[in-house]
């Protein structure tokens, strides 16, 4: 395992771009693989839950080539032409790969089975097998199918009406998929604006899905999906890293290029704007189908702010690193209605309380949420990433605004959805580096 040794206070300047999307990279392997026809995917994420789904696929018997590891030609197999795989279906640690897929797979015509790590072995499922149970699905797993291994017996589904108990992009496009392939319309009203990336790609692929407002229906295409070209934007969970790093190192003036700033996206640049961060959109444009900019961001005097509502789930995967930013801003900030962080890859409101506590910070959990006083003055010390790629990148980021030498031990798994961080943030200036033995290394 490796781990990273980094030293605070160095300033960070210049320009850099993040990897491709990876909620935007899991959808157009998974969506191209049932159009008629091949796909291009650009700047596709290589990081460890992506490639998971391109297995996946493999599995499911649709060639995917790779020309380099972020350019995917992708032979889609057309609506019905996915074929029964001979063994178990292994996700890794991506809840976004098992909960989609579970969708497409449940109105199938053959069984599958899907496995993961421990961890994802952990995460809650009946989210999506409950609704999917309504629509006829066939589903057994562990604690009556709400956790992995899930076994999936193909069967011909009805559509629903169906309202999510918590907004939720992955329960929400594992329902939309399994509508492709159910008898009649299905009716999913969502509680926030939960990320859209489904809705938008699959309708750009000819798909009956409509959107109307926090509504929307979709139902078994009458003709094969169209094909994509597609040039994934730079992923704004992972530029909020950065973002943050420049708003609370003194001195700091960072450019992003290429980023995605979707509006079910971008709540943590609002949060950030919101407490006083200097932050601007440069060169707004379109980039396949979707909303991108240059995002750039100078170091800022940050004050507290509450959170709460529908904004958290356009910023769901960014609350660690938001409490990063909130221990350097003066007041209180309190992040409230996020009881969903207690089931990412780890109880990410526990882990983030108790990692960044290490460092300093004052901040105490709440059943849904977090409460930070500041500013603190952050000291370095010794974190653990607890397996979690947005807890280890958000430890980083405070060790580069605190005083003294920090380890982030564990620290492989921000090749997760960030390969290439530490590479990024040693180029913007940023004192630290990587120590250890690659975990993949290990296995050899
Ligand atoms: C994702 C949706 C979110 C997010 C995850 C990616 C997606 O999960 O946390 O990182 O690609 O649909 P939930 O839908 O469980 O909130």
Known sequence: MTHLNITGGHRLTGRCQVPGDKSISHRAVMFSAIANGTSTVRNFLDGGDCRATIEVMRGLGVKVEERSPTELVIHGLGLDGLQEPSDFLNVGNSGTTIRLMTGLLAGQKFTTFLTGTPQIRRRPMSRIVKPLRQMGAVIVGRQDGNYAPLGIGGTTLRGLDYTLPVASAQVKSCLLLAGLYGQGLTVIRQPGPARDHTERMLAAMGAPIA???????????????????????????SAAFLIVAGAIVPDSRITIVGVGVNPTRTGIVDALVDMGARIEYRNQRNQSGEPVADIEVQYSELRGATFGGEQIVTMIDELPVLAV???????????????????????????????????????????????????????GGSVESLGDHRLAMATAVAALAAQGPTTVFGSDVTADSF?????????????????????????V
Not at 421 to 432: H, M, R, V, Y
């Open 419 to 443: 390969p290439g961080f530490e590479f990024t943030l040693q180029t913007l200036g940023a004192n630290l580096e990587i120590a250890g033995t690659p975990a993949a290394a290990l296995h």
């Open 211 to 237: 959107t109307y407002g926090n509504t929307i229906h979709s139902e078994r295409p009458d003709q094969e999906l169209s094909p994509i070209e597609i040039d994934v934007p730079g992923d704004i969970s």
């Open 325 to 379: 930013a909130a221990s350097q801003a003066h007041g209180r900030t309190i992040v409230k209605d996020a009881g969903e962080l207690r089931v990412k890859e780890t109880d990410r409101i526990a882990s983030t309380v108790s990692e960044l506590r290490k460092m300093g910070v004052n901040i105490e959990p709440t059943p849904d949420g977090f409460i930070v006083e500041g500013p603190t003055r952050l000291m």
